[in-house]
């Protein structure tokens, strides 16, 4: 299957510093999503960003798809952004979806 | 619903019994994912259906795990004969389409402790 790698491991923020969160994939794909684990582990859907770039609010995703890398950047960090955010892709020859294993976050006041 | 639902929410049960965990998708969606996470790791894929029909249960990890949709909504995960190591998150997904290249949307989960 395809290895889905994430980094860094772990963040530790103050509140209003920005970041960028990395994601490498192994092969082409069809699907690439960002999630958001909340403290009460609810997995929430940030973008469904297979390529290109988009913008949600101080969160934005880049995928740059002929080179296997996407990149989220949250701006203006707040306590309420720690969690763990996950990279997820599919494949173009099934229909699995891989997980990363996240970037854990923690924005302290 | 508005959002993809999962019962129960916690669940606890003692080695050997068998546990049955259900999903209810976004009304409409045809495709229905399972995944069991475990402490600390990323989701793992367990099987998929399109309708009523599983198109992949390559994840299922032995003969214990089963799932089926039979009226192409609802899904039931179920466990046989639990062991310690089946313990772990457990959540579905749903997704507009029929393939992975739709958005999936994550129900809260099955917390599984077996004891």
């Known amino acids: 299957g395809i290895q889905v790698e994430q980094s860094p491991p772990d963040l530790i923020l103050q509140e209003g510093a920005n970041s960028t969160l990395r994601c490498n994939f192994s092969d082409s794909v069809n699907n690439l999503q960002w999630f958001h684990q909340n403290p009460w582990g609810q997995l929430i859907n940030l973008f469904y960003?297979?390529?290109g770039t988009k913008q949600n609010g101080r969160l934005s995703a880049t995928t740059v798809a002929t080179e296997r890398y996407s990149l989220l950047y949250i701006s203006s960090s707040q306590t309420t952004d720690s969690g763990v955010y996950f990279c997820a892709v599919d494949s173009n020859t099934g229909n699995q979806f891989y997980f990363g294993t996240g970037t854990s976050l923690t924005v302290i006041p | 619903g508005a959002g993809v639902s999962q019962s129960p929410r916690y669940k606890v049960t003692k080695r050997g019994q068998d546990v049955a965990l259900r999903c209810d998708p976004i009304?409409?969606?045809?495709?229905l994912y399972w995944y069991r996470q475990a402490l600390g790791q990323g989701p793992e894929f367990l099987t998929y259906?399109?309708?009523?029909?599983?198109?992949?249960k390559s994840g299922l990890p032995n003969d214990r795990f089963s799932a089926e949709r039979p009226e192409g909504s609802i899904s039931t995960l179920t466990i046989q004969r639990t062991e310690q190591r089946d313990s772990a998150m457990y959540r579905c997904?749903?997704?507009?389409?029929?393939?992975?290249?739709?958005?999936?949307?994550f129900g809260p989960g099955t917390r599984l402790t077996v004891l």
């Open positions: 009304s409409g969606h045809v495709s």
């Open positions: 997904a749903s997704s507009l389409g029929a393939t992975s290249s739709d958005t999936q949307y």
């Open positions: 259906f399109n309708y009523e029909a599983q198109q992949d």
């Open positions: 960003i297979p390529s």
